[in-house]
Nanobody
Framework: QVQLVESGGGLVETGGSLRLSCADSGRTFSSYSMGWFRQAPRKEREFVAAISRSGGLIDYAGSVKGRFTISRDNAKNTVYLQMNSLKPEDTAVYLC????????????????WGQGTQVTVSS
């Protein structure tokens, strides 16, 4: 069973940085590709980044490429999202998710989800 808990959100000024973490309390973390999604009020949930089981394949949404970095530590059952040069339009609830599929940008391919952590970027 995969149980995901996000942390690291908060309030930051434009241009600032945050590092999100998503920890899995189960024993099968390394079997899953992991993704980060975000959802702003009155908007659809959107893909942010994904990383394969070994970390060898990484994908980003165009809106965050060059500013965000996804990584994982399988020994710690944790996936990270380093967010730099934050903009007000990055404000959203950020959720991590797990999938057995490789490199998916579709939320419908992800089986397990965390509850999310709020990121607010002030202008």
């Amino acid at each position: 069973q995969v149980q995901l808990v996000e942390s690291g959100g908060g309030l930051v000024e434009t241009g600032g940085s945050l590092r999100l973490s998503c920890a899995d309390s189960g024993r099968t973390f390394s079997s899953y590709s992991m993704g980060w999604f975000r959802q702003a009020p009155r908007k659809e949930r959107e893909f942010v980044a994904a990383i394969s089981r070994s970390g060898g394949l990484i994908d980003y949404a165009g809106s965050v490429k060059g500013r965000f970095t996804i990584s994982r530590d399988n020994a710690k059952n944790t996936v990270y999202l380093q967010m730099n040069s934050l903009k007000p339009e990055d404000t959203a609830v950020y959720l991590c998710a797990a999938t057995l599929r490789l490199g998916s940008q579709s939320q419908y391919d992800y089986t397990y989800w965390g509850q999310g952590t709020q990121v607010t970027v002030s202008s």
